[in-house]
């Protein structure tokens, strides 16, 4: 069966790491003698700049009628005009929403050969293997309302966190089954002490965990859990949180494997069609307009995403499996990005180190 994937490189180092992430693909169709059709679009800051908004419609459709999509990075000071109507990050939202994507894995798992490459000590983070859950769907993202004013007294601005038990119920039934398969360790994270929002998470998290008595579940506050994400992160097994809990839980945790080139995402919708299940796919660093078209972004995170894809959209575990043991080759043999190299080693490029771990497709 035809594979059909929807490519969106977006803005900044987006184009440049997704580009390695195909050449990654392909290299597995060759072994594997899979036959992957990818379309592009763009989605984004090119978006707004071409046709006006961040996400066409026409675009959405398309990627509605893919099996998945490859998504690279959006945004940068282009766009970062605070009164502006639109702006780059209505794509990613758009998508989630349109897709009906409401679980974003984000697996952190610290290769022993990289316990050195991030600023906290080789023991704290040796054996870290975690994966985040971070809920899409609700919170204070999409709540409404959410406006802007101004008022004979200053400018007024507010923000809705919402969530409903039945959004809950299903992304913390994920961390549950995901946990199950693992060490069997749940750690749930709101704010329970403050937030009428996170009362209702707790509840309905104790009500689904009667479901899986061989879990074993504790609540942690989000400020604690950010303290022990770096005091003791190899304690963690599986964290699920609130939306905006799981976007500033993860960035924090990608300090633990070196760098956020190093960590890529799934974003899941419950629907299967032709026995695939819809997900976005993307590396979770931003577009680091920065480094853009220098060569010096690190495409591994985009690799594993794409890693990601074979294993939970198409069901190809030895597929995915060959890409990470790719990888893990690569990285052995000392090959470095500019992001995760010792002060004075050699460094590859973006397009070196596509070359390398395409290449290791091929024979691992």
Request: glycine fraction near 10%.
């Amino acid at each position: 069966m035809r594979t059909n994937i929807m490519v969106l490189p977006g803005d900044g180092i987006g184009p440049e790491v997704t580009a390695e992430g195909v050449k990654a693909l392909l290299a597995v169709g060759r072994r594997f003698k899979h036959d992957f059709a990818l379309q592009e679009d763009i989605v984004g800051g090119a978006s707004i700049d071409k046709f006006g908004v961040a996400l066409r419609p026409e675009t959405l459709e398309r990627c509605r009628q893919c099996d998945a999509v490859l998504f690279g990075a959006i945004g940068g000071p282009k766009w970062d005009n605070p009164a502006a109507l639109v702006r780059p990050e209505d794509a990613i939202l758009g998508l989630r929403k349109g897709l009906r994507l409401y679980a974003n894995l984000r697996p952190v798992k610290v290769a022993p050969f990289l316990v050195d490459a991030g600023p906290l000590k080789a023991e704290t983070v040796r054996g870290v293997d975690i994966v985040v859950i971070r809920e899409l769907t609700g919170g204070i993202y999409f709540g409404k309302p959410k406006r802007r004013w101004r008022t004979a007294a200053g400018r007024r601005a507010v923000d809705t966190l919402r969530y409903t038990e039945q959004e809950v119920a299903r992304v913390v039934r994920v961390g549950f089954d995901l946990a199950r398969l693992r060490r069997k360790k749940l750690t749930s994270v709101d704010k329970a002490n403050v937030m009428e929002s996170s009362r209702l998470w707790r509840e309905v998290t104790n009500e689904v965990a009667k479901e899986y008595p061989d879990v074993a579940l504790e609540h942690m506050l989000v400020d604690a859990c950010a303290m022990h994400l770096i005091r003791r992160p190899a304690d963690f097994d599986v964290i699920v949180t609130e939306n905006l809990f799981g976007d500033i839980l993860t960035d924090e945790a990608s300090v633990l494997a070196g760098s956020m080139g190093m960590l890529p995402s799934a974003s899941l919708g419950a629907g299967v069609r032709r026995g695939r299940r819809m997900g976005l796919y993307e590396p979770i660093h931003g577009s680091a307009p920065d480094i853009a078209g220098q060569g010096k972004a690190n495409p591994i995170a985009m690799v594993l995403s794409m890693a990601m894809m074979l294993r939970l959209s198409f069901g190809l575990e030895n597929e995915a499996a060959c890409v990470e043991r790719a990888v893990t080759r690569v990285l052995e043999q000392g090959y470095r990005t500019a992001d995760i190299a010792n002060e004075g080693a050699p460094v590859l490029t973006t397009t070196a180190m596509g070359d390398r771990i395409a290449e290791a497709i091929g024979s691992v």
